[in-house]
């Protein structure tokens, strides 16, 4: 049915008109264990986030350069979104991928949210362990996260509100990258 312009198209371009926008968000995690955390996370939260994740920098640039690798990380996987959600696994601590990912993030002074999986490892006194740049900016506030098993859409999105809200100058990125992973 044509509308009073003659646009049969009216009804379709309104309904997309009134679609909320998805606010893009870079996903950081262990490629190597945690891909099926991801591919989970992405599913539940397809609808609410467009995410974007590296497609394995390990694979995708080519290059010893770590501050060519941190360009790239920048231009194309972190300028463009608003919030980085670590995927915290038993290992993440330990990859240098994940913590250029969050100094390049820190630097692009986006939120930052970390996930903790179930397979996520603890200290001896029972604490999280958690990449040592989101550490430091957990210490300040600037950064937060949430159980796995307590994250709902709701949950996560008042997460990623509040993160990209901080204040900027919370931001603790005070160290070299990470050299190797381990």
Not at 22 to 51: L, T
Not at 56 to 76: E, H
Not at 148 to 159: G, I, K, S
Request: aromatic share 10%; net charge neutral; charged share 20%.
């Amino acid at each position: 049915m044509a509308d009073y312009f003659g646009n049969s198209n009216m009804n379709g371009l309104l309904a997309a008109m009134m679609q909320p926008v998805r606010r893009k968000i870079f996903v950081s995690y262990h490629h190597g264990n945690d891909q099926a955390y991801y591919d989970g996370f992405s599913r539940f939260f397809h609808d609410q986030y467009e995410a974007v994740f590296d497609n394995s920098l390990d694979r995708g640039i080519d290059s010893d350069n770590a501050q060519y690798v941190m360009q790239r990380i920048r231009d194309k996987h972190i300028t463009g979104t608003s919030c980085t959600v670590v995927l915290i696994g038993a290992q993440t601590h330990q990859r240098k991928y994940v913590d250029w990912e969050i100094k390049a993030t820190l630097d692009k002074q986006h939120g930052l949210v970390g996930i903790v999986l179930p397979n996520h490892q603890k200290t001896n006194d029972g604490k999280i362990v958690v990449p040592e740049r989101f550490h430091c900016n957990v210490c300040t506030r600037y950064a937060s996260f949430e159980h796995w098993d307590n994250l709902t859409a709701q949950r996560l999105t008042q997460m990623v509100n509040a993160a990209t809200n901080l204040s900027k100058a919370l931001i603790d990125n005070p160290f070299d990258i990470k050299q190797r992973n381990g």
